[in-house]
């Protein structure tokens, strides 16, 4: 099962960014996209990892962390194996790179966000 991000990249403050979060491999693995509740995490050099945000496996549940204040919505195409965290209203310190994780177990290699005039 693998884990691929995409989306990230440079974004003034205001602006607005989609990540997505693509699995794969779930073919003889018994399980399916939707088994796994899904995270995003960020890191940046200095600072331990940071959660972000959570869904539920079918997508009916999310929380998010608290400096998100509305800004994030985290969501999922289980018939796409597919999750979005969209991002507005970014700030200077949302700067990092964002993983996704799978169930605790699997994790991408990360997405990159700049977020600079």
């Known amino acids: 099962i693998q884990l691929v991000e995409s989306g990230g990249g440079l974004v003034q403050p205001g602006g607005s960014l989609t990540l997505t979060c693509r699995g794969s491999?779930?073919?003889?693995?018994?399980?399916?996209?939707?088994?796994?509740?899904m995270r995003w995490y960020r890191q940046t050099p200095g600072k331990g990892r940071e959660f972000v945000a959570h869904?539920?496996?079918?997508?009916?549940?999310?929380n998010y962390g608290e400096f998100v204040k509305d800004r994030f919505t985290f969501s999922r195409d289980n018939a796409k194996n597919v999750a979005y965290l969209q991002m507005n209203n970014l700030e200077p310190d949302d700067a990092a790179v964002y993983y996704c994780?799978?169930?605790?177990?699997?994790w991408g290699r990360g997405a990159q966000v700049t977020v600079s005039p």
């Open positions: 994780n799978a169930g605790t177990i699997y």
């Open positions: 491999g779930f073919e003889g693995s018994g399980f399916t996209f939707s088994d796994f509740a």
């Open positions: 869904i539920s496996g079918d997508g009916a549940k999310t």
